[in-house]
């Protein structure tokens, strides 16, 4: 198994401004993943972390509101740029390997004001 | 895209019963996981099943690849049972990609 952490675990914010989220695994993972869960909702893929290159996004997601980073294999960063009232969600990053189970982290709940 | 319906959407049962919950999705999928995510919005994983049945403590999960269905069992609730069931389902192509179910929100009240 794999040990997610984050950082915000919640953060209060006004609009126009950006937010940088952290996700930490405790081991070297495959795979390293962005969700986003509006509030009452499921979760929605934003995008793959990919290490050392640009990560790839799902349809509605783009990079300038989006940006994220992956240095290395146990560390990656999500950017909430100029954000809105509708930007307010929990994101939780998740991390696994190849044909096993990925783990979720503890999410960053982002209020916009 | 591929589709992924929980049901029911919702679930009160009385401490002590049991409860079975549903996935369906569309199409062929390389893995598939349950979770419960408690009322801090902690995700907790329950099964990494992409077929055949497992069993954990009160819990069981069966998935049925061929029919494109999963199964979780709750056997005897307990009120820290309560929260919101998730499955997801990873997507064919290697690509580590899960795609959620809108998840049942399970109350059990004492």
């Known amino acids: 198994s794999a040990v997610i952490s984050q950082k915000p675990s919640r953060d209060i914010c006004q609009r126009g401004t950006s937010l940088t989220i952290q996700c930490q695994v405790d081991?070297?993972?495959?795979?390293m993943f962005w969700y986003r869960q509006q509030p009452g909702q499921s979760l929605t893929l934003i995008a793959t972390?990919?290490?050392?290159?640009?990560?790839?996004?799902e349809s509605g997601f783009v990079i300038d509101k989006f940006p994220i980073s992956r240095p290395n294999l146990t560390f990656s960063t999500l950017t909430v740029s100029n954000m809105s009232p509708e930007d307010s969600s929990i994101y939780l990053c998740?991390?696994?390997?190849?044909?096993?189970?990925?783990?979720f982290g503890p999410g960053t709940r982002l209020t916009v004001l | 895209g591929i589709q992924v319906e929980q049901s029911p959407p919702d679930l009160i049962l009385q401490e002590g019963a049991n409860s079975t919950l549903r996935c369906n999705f569309s199409?062929?999928?390389?893995?598939l996981q349950w979770f419960h995510q408690n009322p801090w919005g902690q995700l907790i994983n329950l099964f990494y099943?992409?077929?055949g049945t497992k069993q954990n403590g009160r819990l069981s999960a069966t998935t049925v690849a061929t029919e494109r269905y999963s199964l979780l069992y709750i056997s005897s609730s307990q009120t820290t049972d309560s929260g919101v069931y998730f499955c997801?389902?990873?997507?064919?192509?290697?690509?580590?990609?899960?795609?959620f179910g809108q998840g049942t929100t399970l109350q059990v009240k004492p």
């Open positions: 972390a990919n290490q050392g290159s640009e990560a790839t996004y």
């Open positions: 998740s991390a696994g390997r190849f044909y096993n189970e990925q783990f």
């Open positions: 997801a389902v990873e997507l064919t192509g290697n690509t580590g990609k899960l795609i």
């Open positions: 099943i992409p077929s």
């Open positions: 081991s070297q993972v495959t795979m």
């Open positions: 199409d062929s999928v390389n893995n």
